[in-house]
């Protein structure tokens, strides 16, 4: 185990444990469309006090490439730094497994995300125009904006 700084403990869930929905439906709709990533990905999850409170799930794209399909802190904690430290961590992670970039897309009206993200050093690639008006059942708003499409993110490691 890795313990960062501020005494949260960051640790892999086995295939045995139970995914933290609660968590990973703050960064996206559906535990149907998480299950397409997560039964397959890898799972971190950070804890304190025995308590899960931010995780994140990498996916595997190609023997160059992986994603950051889910990235989310309990609402209590956001804005103490964890989101920036998990993204940290996912790099690192993923350079030890020997990936040369590492990728993270979100929605157009993420302007939060897309702040976080460019300042961590990711730089934006692509857009895959109308995925939320595709994939999702219904309409997503963020700050204001209707998210249809999806930037998406890389950064080199
Ligand atoms: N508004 C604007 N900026 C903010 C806010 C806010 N409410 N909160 C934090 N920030 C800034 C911080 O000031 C910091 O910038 P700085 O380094 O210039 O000071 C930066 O954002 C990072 O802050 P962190 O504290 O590291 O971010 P946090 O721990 O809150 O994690 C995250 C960010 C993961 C987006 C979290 O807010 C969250 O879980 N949100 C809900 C789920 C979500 O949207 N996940 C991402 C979806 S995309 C995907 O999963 C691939
Ligand atoms: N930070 C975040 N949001 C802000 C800020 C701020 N500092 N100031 C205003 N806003 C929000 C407002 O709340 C409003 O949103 P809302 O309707 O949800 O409340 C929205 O931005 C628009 O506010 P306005 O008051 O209409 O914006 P303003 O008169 O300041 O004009 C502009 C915006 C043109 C970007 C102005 O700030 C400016 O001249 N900036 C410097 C030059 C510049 O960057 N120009 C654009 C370059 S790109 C181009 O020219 C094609």
Known sequence: MHLTPD????RKLTKQDALPYDLLLLA?????????????GQ?????????????YVLQVIDLQ???????AV???????????FMLRDATLKAKEQGYKTIL???????IKQLYLYQKEGFEITSIKKNFFVNNY?????????????????????
Do not use: W
């Open 28 to 40: 996206d709709e559906t535990i149907e469309i998480i299950d397409r990533y997560a039964k397959d």
């Open 74 to 84: 309990d609402s209590n904690y956001q804005g103490q730094g964890i989101g920036k």
């Open 104 to 110: 993270i897309g979100t929605a157009n009206g993420a």
């Open 43 to 55: 799972t971190y999850v950070l804890e304190a006090n025995s308590q899960i409170i931010a995780a």
């Open 137 to 157: 059942p219904a309409p997503i708003f963020e700050n204001g904006i209707l998210c249809k499409h999806m930037i998406m993110l890389e950064k080199q490691i």
């Open 7 to 10: 005494g949260v403990t960051t």
């Open 65 to 71: 490439r992986i994603e950051i399909k889910n990235i």
